[in-house]
């Protein structure tokens, strides 16, 4: 099993997904695999998570690019010498301050390690993130998928998850969270390349219109 996904290790997890399901295997058919998005991992990725959280991904964009404007990228150090006020006239909200500057100091005091996350298993690692306020599993989830990199992460309270395999499938109505786990047993180890298909899946479909 690959320690992370690649260009060669995306395309070995597709293959294989697509044996499994055809619908997958139409993904491929019709708009190719999608690209390897990554994010190097450490304080300013889980930065740009919470910028994600529940904006739009355009809003999201914007807050990102006026973060980087000041550092990019941004280190826990810069975080907390900058401050609350411009941390907040970056776009981000109160609370999303709070979080940042929250996990910037559970880094510096040495009570948050991303060198320890990168050598736990996923479950392992997930635990430990969600101990920091402002990282669910979801953010966890979405970490450990992009900047790690990792095979078999299947974030299942994503809406883009939930979306794309509702549209593939033609479903009428979204299937729940535990429906979605079930599913996604049949795609193991490669859950983090299903889910990547589908992304891809509605971010195409959602551009046609």
Not at 16 to 45: F, H, M, Q
Not at 126 to 143: F, N, T
Not at 180 to 204: D, F, Q
Request: with cysteine.
């Amino acid at each position: 099993m690959p320690v992370k996904i690649t260009k060669s290790t995306l395309s070995e997890g597709a293959r294989e997904l697509c044996k499994r399901d055809k619908d997958l295997a139409r993904i491929v058919d019709e708009i190719g695999l999608p690209g390897l998005r990554s994010r190097t991992p450490g304080y300013n990725a889980i930065l740009k998570i919470i910028c994600g959280q529940q904006i739009s991904t355009s809003a999201a964009h914007a807050i990102s690019e006026r973060l980087a404007a000041i550092e990019s990228p941004m280190t826990h150090k810069t975080a907390l010498k900058i401050g609350a006020d411009r941390l907040r006239s970056a776009g981000l909200s109160t609370p999303k301050v709070g979080y940042a500057l929250g996990i910037a100091r559970a880094i510096e005091s040495g009570e948050f390690s991303f060198r320890r996350i990168a050598c736990m298993v996923d479950e392992a690692a997930i635990e430990e993130m969600i101990k920091l306020k402002g990282i669910g599993r979801w953010s966890a989830e979405v970490y450990l998928l992009f900047a790690l990199r990792r095979p078999d992460l299947w974030p299942v309270d994503d809406l883009g998850i939930v979306k794309g395999y509702t549209h593939l499938k033609g479903l009428n109505e979204y299937p729940n969270r535990k429906k979605l786990m079930k599913i996604g047993e049949a795609w193991r180890p490669w859950r983090s390349v299903a889910a990547r298909l589908l992304w891809h899946y509605i971010n195409w479909v959602e551009r046609k219109g």
